[in-house]
Nanobody, 126 residues
Framework: QFQLVESGGGLVQSGGSLRLSCVGS????????IGWFRQAPGKEREALLC????????TYADSVKGRFTISRDNARNTAYLQMNNLRPEDTARYYC???????????????????WGQGTQVTVSS
């Protein structure tokens, strides 16, 4: 059974940085495309970035362009979300998701990802 566990969230001041980790277990993470999503109270789940099995990346959320980056270390079965210059509006629960998408493919539709972590809370104070 393939499982994902996120970590690295917390409370940070506006302008600060955090790096979230998403560790896969059960199967090699290299077999999966990885997406990062977030959900704030009362809002829909929002697609942020995706990294393909091939390693290419796509940023879906204009609000995080130039501030957030996604990466993966298949040898460590881990994907990362580096978040810089954080803003109070980035406060949300952050989730990583994975699925067997085609090698050169990414998705911004949460329904296309079958595997999800439990999420990690990020709170940015002003």
């Amino acid at each position: 059974q393939f499982q994902l566990v996120e970590s690295g969230g917390g409370l940070v001041q506006s302008g600060g940085s955090l790096r979230l980790s998403c560790v896969g277990s059960g199967y090699p993470l290299a077999n999966y495309a990885i997406g990062w999503f977030r959900q704030a109270p009362g809002k829909e789940r929002e697609a942020l970035l995706c990294i393909r099995r091939s390693g290419g990346e796509t940023t879906y959320a204009d609000s995080v362009k130039g501030r957030f980056t996604i990466s993966r270390d298949n040898a460590r079965n881990t994907a990362y979300l580096q978040m810089n210059n954080l803003r109070p509006e980035d406060t949300a629960r952050y989730y990583c998701a994975a699925d067997h998408l085609a090698e050169w493919y990414c998705e911004d539709d949460p329904g296309k990802f079958r595997h999800w972590g439990q999420g990690t809370q990020v709170t940015v104070s002003s």
